[in-house]
C-alpha cells in the first residue's frame, strides 16, 4: 500500500487545495493530510482567518482525503517515517530551492518521494484574503 502525505495551512479553502489533494490521491492508495495548527500558523508570521478545528473538519470532509491529521511542526520528514508515508506531495514553488533540494536528499535516503505538482494558476488564499479587505475597505466608503 502505497502510503502518501501533504500538509498546508488550508485556509480559506481553495480549487488549488482540492486539485493538489485530487491529484494526490491518484498518486497513492491512502491520503493523509496534516494541517496546521494555529499556533504553527502564527509561529510562521500569519494569522489564520479560519479556526484550526473548522480547517480540519473542511479537510476531512474532503472525498480525496483519507485522514487529517494537525501539523504541529515544520518537520515533514519526521511525519511522513510517524505515518509510514513513501511520497511527499507539495507545490512546485518549492522545486528547485536550496532549502528543497537538501530536503530531497534526506527523504531519498528515508526511501520516500518527493512528487512537485504545479501550483494552480490564478488563485491563492493569500490572494482571497486581499481581494477580501479590498472589497471590505471600499464597502466602507
Not at 535516503?109 to 501550483?119: K, R
Request: with cysteine.
Amino acid at each position: 500500500m502505497v502510503i502518501g502525505y501533504t500538509a498546508g495551512v488550508y485556509d480559506l479553502f481553495h480549487i488549488g487545495h482540492l486539485n493538489l489533494l485530487k491529484n494526490a490521491k491518484g498518486m497513492c492508495d491512502k491520503l493523509i493530510v496534516g494541517v496546521t495548527t494555529d499556533d504553527l500558523v502564527t509561529y510562521k508570521g500569519k494569522r489564520p482567518m479560519i479556526p484550526f478545528e473548522d480547517r480540519i473538519e473542511i479537510v476531512r470532509s474532503i472525498k480525496y482525503v483519507d485522514a487529517a491529521v494537525p501539523q504541529e511542526d515544520m518537520d515533514k520528514l519526521l511525519m511522513c517515517k510517524k505515518l509510514k508515508a513513501s511520497r511527499l506531495f507539495v507545490g512546485d514553488d518549492w522545486f528547485n530551492t536550496d532549502k528543497w533540494k537538501e530536503y530531497e536528499k534526506d527523504f531519498a535516503e528515508a526511501g520516500i518521494e518527493i512528487i512537485y505538482f504545479p501550483y494552480t494558476k490564478g488563485v491563492s488564499s493569500t490572494l482571497i484574503a486581499k481581494t477580501l479587505e479590498h472589497v471590505r475597505d471600499n464597502k466602507q466608503d
